[in-house]
């Protein structure tokens, strides 16, 4: 984790360089408070990604003499075939068109949201998978 936190350290540092040069030389507060904002948020990342460096032990990808096979093994749990997602992404479409066209189909959408999420979240704690 050590590389990509020096990854977004170095970005933190030239947004903010850029922000301040984009700053003098330019007439637009926008972009100069746009690349502020990226620059704060490469440096969230940065501290988060190392400060949790610190914390953990190092992976292969930080060791500078580490073979291929040192990174095999389990890397977690992917889920090899859902609908839920589906469901998630077709209430969420609603609940925007639903603020565009009256707040029933907000209504409508919100609560379908809500259950394809529960869904989605609750799907291997209940049928075969959970056993």
Do not use: Q
Not at 50 to 68: G, M, Q, V, Y
Not at 86 to 96: E, G, I
Not at 108 to 126: H, M, N, P, Q, S
């Amino acid at each position: 984790m050590k590389v990509e936190g020096w990854l977004f350290a170095a970005g933190f540092f030239f947004f903010a360089i850029s922000a301040v040069i984009y700053g003098l030389l330019s007439e637009e507060p926008v972009g100069t408070v746009a690349l502020a904002f990226t620059a704060g948020l490469a440096f969230l990342i940065g501290y988060y990604l190392l400060f949790t460096a610190r914390r953990i032990d190092p992976r292969p990808e930080d060791s500078k003499f580490a073979e291929i096979a040192d990174g095999a093994g389990e890397l977690g749990f992917y889920s090899p075939h859902s609908w839920w997602p589906l469901a998630v992404a077709f209430f969420a479409a609603l609940v925007f068109v639903g603020i565009i066209i009256g707040w029933w189909l907000f209504l409508i959408g919100a609560i379908g949201a809500a259950l394809a999420v529960v869904g989605l979240v609750f799907e291997y704690y209940r049928g075969e998978p959970a056993a």
